[in-house]
């Protein structure tokens, strides 16, 4: 069975700083996709990035991107020049899609992170 | 083209009550998943919907809630007879048929159901 870990409950970032987020996984497939969620206070789910197993290359959105290890399991988040609007839950999910066409997200437990002005 | 649609927003219910939460999907999108997040908690699956079929219910519990996706109208999730426990933000994501390309589940706002 596939989990995730996000080992890192809260963290705090002054505006305009660079902060890292990390995420574990484990799982026996070989093709799955992960991503990153932003859950602000009004408790919309928003997608932050995303990236496929199979790509070697880091994805990246804007001051978002990812370190992703493949070998180590890991897909930590970057954020860079932090805004007082990135304030939020953030939650790393693991996706694998099968071929009969299902496919589940499997999530972490989120950290909370505070930008300070 | 509106998102997600979920209602109702906020959801107050007395032990033993019915609580019933309606999930309208994007525009063509064919399949709902239901999520349950605790408070401080990350979101659990529950159940995966076609149209008129249930696909995956593993994380479903085994008495007391259901999940339909009728031809018409919006998934619903039903949870009778509810209790304390049952008090958190149910969230529905919606997408097209799933293929390698497509791999993105859009998320309503969610319902968050209290127990009183």
């Known amino acids: 069975a596939q989990t995730v870990t996000q080992s890192q409950p809260e963290m705090s970032v002054q505006e305009a700083e660079t902060v890292t987020l990390s995420c574990t996984y484990d799982?026996?497939?070989?093709?799955?996709?992960l991503f990153w969620y932003k859950q602000p206070p009004s408790r919309q789910m928003i997608l932050v990035i995303r990236?496929?197993?199979?790509?070697?290359q880091n994805a990246t959105e804007n001051r978002f991107s990812v370190n992703f290890q493949k070998a180590a399991k890991s897909f930590s988040l970057k954020i860079s020049d932090s805004q007082l609007g990135d304030t939020a839950m953030y939650f790393c999910a693991f996706m694998k899609h099968t071929t009969s066409g299902t496919y589940k997200y499997i999530f972490g437990t989120g950290t909370r992170l505070k930008v300070l002005a | 083209n509106a998102g997600v649609m979920q209602n109702p927003r906020h959801l107050v219910r007395r032990r033993g009550q019915e609580a019933r939460l309606r999930c309208s999907p994007m525009?063509?999108?064919?399949?709902v998943y239901w999520y349950r997040q605790l408070p401080e908690e990350g979101l659990k699956f529950m159940v995966y919907l076609q149209k008129e079929n249930i696909i995956d219910e593993s994380g479903m519990p085994k008495e007391r809630f259901s999940a339909e996706f009728p031809k018409e109208g919006p998934s619903i999730l039903r949870i009778q007879q509810v209790v304390r426990g049952d008090s958190a933000a149910y969230f529905c994501?919606?997408?097209?048929?799933?293929?390698?390309?497509?791999?993105?589940?859009?998320f309503g706002q969610g319902t968050r159901l209290t127990v009183v």
């Open positions: 994501a919606s997408s097209p048929q799933p293929t390698v390309m497509n791999t993105e589940a859009f």
């Open positions: 990236q496929e197993a199979y790509k070697q």
């Open positions: 525009k063509g999108h064919s399949h």
């Open positions: 799982t026996s497939e070989n093709n799955y996709y």
